[in-house]
């Protein structure tokens, strides 16, 4: 528990009596009023709940310690009160946000006049919760070289197991006007803390160095831990409350951001204010940084597949296009052939057209494709011939002018492609019987296309291999992006998840696809792969598998293995291989050579399935 503040005790009993005896007929505004002459102190600003009981109010000469001193972005600084109240739901700092380089260092005692207000970082419709602050300020300095309040600790013995809330229905599901409890929930925990100086000691990195410099630790070393070191998320009430996201004051260009794996430790102490911002939330911004030691983590190589198995892969190449380096090509292949063992068939997600990002009607994909087959077989691979159906111009969403689309590489020494009349764009392939046996009226043929379901979104690719005289229908996807989602550190909670709409609509179309093969033939040999952008839990993948046409395959996997991607420090699945019935027997492989490295070639990691048909 905080030390008491006498003064911030006297103001509230006053404020009390007053409401009490109907001096100021409940009215806030003459609340302050009436002890306009006690000085305001932070804990004053940021109250009980996530709105300041102060917010779009004047205040004057606000007391504290600067803590940190922001250059960049956001340009400001923090302030904390050294003598905090009684109250471990209100927060002693606070962040100034001063728009121009601020000309004040940490260890300045200041006073801060200015306009109290709530910042929400990404747009009040994005969910974030916002951040208490004092713009348009003008700062006093008292003196300088004074020393630091003492971090708080944030530690696994602090944070508490249950994350939020739930959100007040009368509210429509936001936590924001609910009282905080630190020691109940986590985001409250972290809430109570906003802006105040704290500290982590060595702890597990859980999500590896991004492009923005920052990575994400876990307090919790023990928390739904993944195989390989990261932090598993694998249900919706799995959030793990000890991910932190971690960035520095000091700018990139005077110190270089550490570069870090998963598995790394972030060892020694780590200090800074604790900010709250749109990609991540709760955020240590350090003022002194731990160093990185790094693990023995390495990119996983898959079990080549037998004679008589056929391997069958999904990869999202994120984005690959002819103006790519070829640095990006040859590694993307060495994966292929090294890391995944030249599959048999391999469906990629997110081909671009031949010249990227530009939007001038191009959809073919002719010229990335054969670099990418060149560098596969200049690594050693297959010499793969591909299968694919040209999207219409700008209208599978993705990069504007990319035109991204699935494709399909077979090894043509070991599998055959089933040649059927192939489809265009807007033709739906179906379901059909040749010589007595059940077939695809196109193939390759896209699922569905005319169904709004896949308005501005990939539609499903469709195609029939041989592969030991058996027939294999194989259907690659990419569902529509998690775009739009509220954060798991929205005001909302349970957070508004508005992109599962489409994807549950997307599903339900390929499940009914599915459904038509093994009407024909129920013992049909089906693989639905490919980037689905949702969890092995959620209700787009119950909706894919439902009445039994497919298995999620992922779910093979013992718990701790359960993931291709990793997000703000949890690592989730994304890309998923579902079997129908007829695949009883199969192993299965998530090859982990991504989404836990600093150094990536995307940001997805691809999945092998290997089976006899």
Do not use: C
């Not at 790094?294 to 999904?314: D, H």
């Not at 993307?332 to 530009?358: C, M, R, T, W, Y």
């Not at 059909?432 to 169904?451: I, W």
């Not at 599962?500 to 609509?505: A, C, F, I, V």
């Amino acid at each position: 528990m905080r030390s008491s503040h006498p003064r911030s005790a006297a103001v509230a009993a006053l404020v009390a009596t007053a409401l009490a005896t109907g001096l100021l007929a409940g009215s806030a505004d003459a609340a302050e009023g009436a002890v306009s002459a006690d000085p305001i102190r932070i804990h004053d600003i940021q109250g009980t709940t996530r709105i300041s009981p102060l917010n779009g109010k004047q205040v004057t000469d606000v007391e504290g310690i600067v803590t940190g001193v922001r250059a960049y972005g956001s340009r400001g600084f923090w302030i904390q009160d050294p003598n905090a109240d009684d109250n471990d739901a209100t927060s002693e700092g606070v962040f100034v946000f001063t728009n121009a380089v601020p000309t004040v260092a940490a260890g300045d005692a200041v006073k801060v006049s200015g306009t109290v207000g709530e910042y929400v970082p990404g747009g009040v419709n994005s969910g974030n919760q916002s951040v208490t602050q004092i713009s348009k300020p003008t700062v006093t300095v008292v003196s300088s070289g004074n020393a630091l309040p003492e971090a708080t600790a944030i530690n696994e013995y602090s944070v508490p197991a249950e994350y939020a809330p739930a959100g007040d229905p009368a509210a429509a599901g936001s936590i924001n006007g609910l009282t905080l409890e630190p020691s109940r929930y986590a985001l409250d925990h972290y809430e109570s803390l906003e802006g105040m100086n704290v500290k982590i000691g060595t702890s597990r990195v859980v999500g590896a160095t991004d492009p923005y410099s920052e990575l994400w630790v876990t307090v919790k070393g023990w928390e739904n831990t993944a195989k390989r070191g990261g932090t598993i998320y694998g249900s919706y009430e799995s959030q793990n409350t000890g991910r932190l996201q971690i960035q520095q004051l000091a700018p990139i260009a005077q110190q270089p951001f550490p570069v870090a794996n998963v598995g790394d430790r972030l060892t020694g102490t780590t200090e800074g204010p604790l900010d709250f911002n749109q990609f991540g939330g709760y955020t240590l911004v350090a003022r002194t940084l731990g160093t990185v030691k790094a693990g023995t983590l390495a990119p996983e190589k898959t079990k080549p597949q037998a004679e008589q198995e056929l391997a069958v892969a999904t990869y999202n190449v994120e984005n690959l296009d002819p103006t790519d380096p070829q640095e990006k090509f040859d590694a993307l292949a060495k994966a292929v052939v090294e890391n995944l063992a030249s599959p048999d068939v391999l469906a990629l997600e997110e081909i671009q057209d031949d010249n990227g990002a530009k939007n001038d009607g191009t959809v073919s994909a002719e010229q990335t494709l054969t670099k990418f087959t060149s560098a596969i077989s200049a690594a050693g691979g297959p010499a793969y011939q591909w299968r694919t159906v040209n999207p219409e111009d700008k209208k599978d969403g993705g990069e504007p002018g990319g035109n991204i689309r699935q494709v399909f590489l077979f090894n043509p020494a070991r599998v055959s492609f089933t040649e059927r009349a192939p489809g265009d764009a807007v033709t739906a392939t179906g379901v059909t019987k040749v010589n007595g046996k059940v077939a695809l009226t196109h193939s390759p043929g896209r699922v569905d296309p005319a169904n709004p379901a896949w308005a501005d979104s990939r539609k499903p690719l469709a195609g029939e291999f041989v592969f030991r005289g058996k027939t294999v229908f194989v259907i690659a996807n990419h569902f529509g992006s998690k775009g739009g989602d509220e954060g798991l550190t929205s005001h909302h909670q349970p957070p508004v998840r508005s992109s599962e709409t489409k994807r549950l609509l997307q599903a339900q179309a390929v499940n009914g696809f599915v459904k038509q093969i093994l009407a024909e033939d129920k013992n049909a040999n089906v693989l639905v792969l490919g980037d689905i952008n949702d969890f092995e839990f959620s209700a787009t993948t119950d909706a894919l598998a439902d009445g039994g046409a497919l298995y999620p395959a992922i779910k093979s996997l013992p718990k701790a293995e359960r993931y291709s991607y990793v997000y703000q420090g949890n690592a989730q699945v994304l890309d998923q291989i579902l079997t129908s019935p007829a695949i009883k027997k199969f192993t299965y492989d998530s090859v982990h050579i991504n989404a836990e490295f600093a150094a990536q070639n995307s940001d997805h990691d691809p999945q092998v399935l290997r089976f006899r048909p």
